[in-house]
């Protein structure tokens, strides 16, 4: 069964794609993936909040008096919740890309113009072949409009866009006002990819101890909100789509590929059940499209996409209306 697809301007054997997560810290995990499969490598972000907290680290080092001493904890950022410092990051790159022969995608989470931009540079300059930004931003500002976020989002993407030649995908929160209009923003600003979506930690309140929780795992309940989007933008938008969050079988895979998406991430399943679950997950795939007589997984991407309905506003409208008038007591 051919399951070729194109995603990020790569050629792939099949578009299940391990996405950025800690199982790359581990150099044994990650020819595991390979050897399970994978497609490509994608790196876990390197965060903007890490890299200005090492910058500020050095300079106070450096303006340090005489009288300093060296072993002072007070002169070192806390990166606890940080793997890989930024030096380390470009490091495992390097070495992620003399372990496996398949594409390393590297990524930088960020919402600012700042110093930390040189990172795509020299994310590309240690060899990674593709960068994925990660606009991962809450707007919590009740003095900032939602233009005025668009607006620095879609400026750190023109700077990377400027700033490398490797290919460059932009992972989207399902929270822009129009979520379209900014898909076709960053077409025009030429990046290789959008991917739907990055998922916000939720946090959970323990109500008897008074703690504040987080639900790290994503459930297959997730990925509806993808599909939605992915058909919307499917065949309307040079760059090709990507869906993460909520894909941990073939038949999710399925569905998001049918909605549209030329790559289908998966991290939560993988984490759970270990990188040899990508192989149980494309085998079950090729012999989903077997079955129906699919002759290969082109054939059915965007088979479901809006653009396959004569009039999609209507059948937004008319699959609203109807899920509401359907419901028995």
Known sequence: MNLASTYMGFDLPHPLIPGASPLVDDLDRVRRLEDAGAPMIVMHSLFEEQITSEQLAMNRSMEAGVDSFAEALSYLPELGDFALGTHEYLEHVRKIKAAVSVPVIGSLNGTTEGGWLEYARLIAEAGADGLELNLYELATDLDETGDQVEARSLEV????????????????????????????????????????????????IDVEQLEVLRVNL????????????????????????????????????????MAGAHGVQMVSALLQRGPEHLRQVRDDLAHWL???????????????????CDNPKMYERANYMKILSSWEF
Request: aromatic share 8%; net charge positive; proline share 5%.
């Open 290 to 308: 077997e079955v129906h007589e699919y002759e290969s997984l082109a054939q059915m991407q965007g088979s479901m996409n809006l653009l396959r």
């Open 157 to 204: 993407v023109r700077t990377v866009r400027q700033a490398v030649g490797i290919p460059l995908a932009v992972k989207l929160s399902p929270f822009y006002s129009s979520i379209a209009n900014f898909a076709a923003k960053l077409d025009r600003l030429g990046v290789d990819a959008i991917l739907l979506f990055n998922r916000f930690y939720q946090p959970d």
């Open 218 to 257: 994503s459930s297959p309940s997730e990925l509806l909100l993808r599909l939605r989007w992915l058909a919307v933008l499917s065949g309307r938008v040079r760059p090709s789509l990507g869906a993460t969050g909520g894909v941990h079988t073939a038949i999710d895979a399925v569905k998001a590929v």
